[in-house]
DNA sequence: AAATTAATATGATAATTATCATGTTTTCAT
DNA sequence: ATGAAAACATGATAATTATCATATTAATTT
């Protein structure tokens, strides 16, 4: 099994701030688990006792709204930490995490990190930095949900897609998601989601091969109204 | 002036955790100042250099949206701090902040305080768990804009405000927000949140005295489709 | 107090989005 | 390889929401 000191992953989260000691301690403890694609990773209202770095792959976060709909509200990709608040508040998730891809994580127990996160300071400051981060984000989807249109903010999704995650040899965008999944992020019907992405299609703003969608003109997106 | 050792208002936030000695030192360095209402706090895009600690009043924060329209996301009462995000990050606010009622606040300078932050791990974990708080209500705010109808959303921001901010001797909400303040806080245009409160009046889920609102039908706007 | 301005209110209509129906294609298990 | 199931696609229609126009009321200034 892979040793925590030697992994480079750590560098793009928050782990980076631990000692080589804590590193080390917490190497010894963890487990390192393969998440097929489309395994829950937890749910909606569970206990997690850890948290999750994700060394490989990329998972959704969800979260049921009361009419029976699932809301995407942020996608967690290799080098992120997965989990990070209920290492803080003692409650249960309030979101769900699902795989899109098949995926490779270490999971760190709490009981294990917690001290660190109150006896470190370098580290406790760099999760602040990390959910300092997260709210701003948040602030802007909900900004974006609020007041523009499904067009907009579909356009804005694929975008976004295209600039985190990006593509494949091919050019086709490398997270694969349902057409329900873009629904599920921008709130709209799945149908409407359909509609939207065909007319980009007609646009020639994407191109589609199979459910396989490849960004064809990112400035054309950008103007989307 | 006051002093921060003595003064109560920090029990409801983060800066219970500090020990008497910091709370001298940042007593010795705060500015009370008092806003009237209407007037902007900060700015979108502007730098501030410090954490306000509410003592009195009510603000709304908000984003302007790319078609000129605002978005409320969050609104900050007494008890609360207020720019909490530009201590650790060092970026310029996302947010406008604007007071909607007559406010006191203190201004603690960030040189002050950030030292604290990365000293005081007491203190970094109570700011943890109100980011890791509000990034839990982001989430719980972005599903409702994303999977509600104007009514609904609208209906649970009468609620919200009522739970949260209390109601007046004659049993009005004691938060006096415009009807394009509502609008802004809900996604919609102003019109259609005229017409849905105006809706709400007629099947007796409110009342109202001039703008003043009163909740008439708590469970009745708990049921709104 | 009168005049001006801003906020609230409501109607008419257009645009957006959801829903239901139905057909097609893709994926997957056997 | 084949049948079943899931995902994708599109039309028809209804519901929701935005926009523009225009009153009405309240607040503010002079």
Do not use: W
């Amino acid at each position: 099994m892979g040793k925590c000191e030697q992994c480079i992953i750590k560098q793009f989260n928050s782990l980076k701030a631990l000692t080589k000691e804590e590193l080390v301690r917490i190497s010894g403890c963890k487990t390192t688990r393969t998440i097929k694609k489309g395994e829950v990773i937890f749910e909606e209202g569970e206990t997690i006792n850890g948290v999750y770095c994700v060394k490989d792959g990329i998972c959704k976060l969800s979260k049921l709204s009361e009419n029976g709909k699932d809301q995407i509200v942020k996608m967690v990709v290799k080098g992120d930490l997965l989990g990070q608040r209920s290492l803080i508040s003692n409650e249960s998730s309030n979101l769900q995490a699902v795989a899109l891809n098949d995926m490779e994580v270490c999971f760190i127990p709490k009981s294990e990190i917690i001290a660190d996160l109150q006896k470190n300071p370098k580290f406790s400051f760099e999760v602040l930095k990390e959910m300092a981060h997260d709210l701003k984000e948040a602030d802007d989807f909900i900004v974006n949900m609020a007041q523009k249109s499904v067009k907009q903010r579909l356009a804005e999704t694929l975008i976004y897609i295209y600039n985190s995650f990006g593509v494949n040899p091919d050019n086709t965008l490398s997270v694969l998601l349902s057409r329900e999944d873009f629904a599920n992020i921008v709130g709209t019907a799945t149908e409407s989601a359909i509609r939207v992405l065909s007319q980009f299609k007609k646009e020639g703003l994407i191109s589609t091969v199979g459910k396989q969608i490849r960004i064809e003109d990112l400035e054309g997106l950008k103007r989307v109204e």
